[in-house]
């Protein structure tokens, strides 16, 4: 950025280059079967969510 260095502070170069570290949602495991799953979300396999049955899954 076109600012002299003396007036950039730390906080603001740590910020602009921690946003290009992000990486995304990290993939979690279920707790119930093992299948990766988004934070946050029920379980697309199994249906669970913090250890519980949340949406019935019809099995294939
Ligand atoms: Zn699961």
Redo the contacts with the bound molecule.
């Keep these: 950025m076109a600012l002299q260095q003396s007036k950039l502070s730390k906080q603001r170069s740590r910020m602009r280059r921690a946003a290009n570290r992000y990486r995304g949602l990290q993939p979690g495991k279920?707790?119930?079967?093992?299948?990766a799953?988004i934070p946050h979300r029920v379980?697309?396999?199994?249906?669970?969510y913090k250890g519980r049955q949340v949406v019935s899954v019809t099995a294939e």
């Design positions: 279920c707790g119930m079967c093992g299948e799953v379980c697309a396999k199994c249906g669970h």
